[in-house]
């Protein structure tokens, strides 16, 4: 937030932008989880038939939500910055 802060957004912005990071808390969680989960499964996989490659689909869904969540926060935070540099921007002179 200390760069997001430094971007020039009103309050209300900053406020959508923040909560829209807040994906991160939830998305480790689980991140974290399925790589407890694989190691789990990849130290124990000779006693636990059929599980050999499903942990690998846990860290593959939760490393994809991270990425999308982060990318969709960026692309927002683009956008707001390019609509409040076009509301700050002089009227078009005419004669050009």
């Keep these: 937030m200390v ?7 009103t309050k209300d912005q900053e406020k959508e932008v923040e909560a ?3 994906y991160k808390a939830e998305a480790v969680a689980d991140f974290n989880n399925a790589l407890a989960n694989c190691a789990t499964v990849e130290l124990n996989k000779r006693r636990v038939p059929g599980a050999e490659h499903s942990h690998w689909l846990d860290v593959l869904i939760s490393g994809g939500e991270l990425v999308s969540c982060h990318l969709t926060a960026v692309d927002k935070l683009e956008k707001m910055v390019a609509e409040n540099a076009a509301k700050n921007l002089p009227p078009p002179n005419p004669n050009n």
């Design 20 to 22: 829209d990071f807040a």
């Design 3 to 9: 760069r997001v802060r430094k971007l020039g957004l």
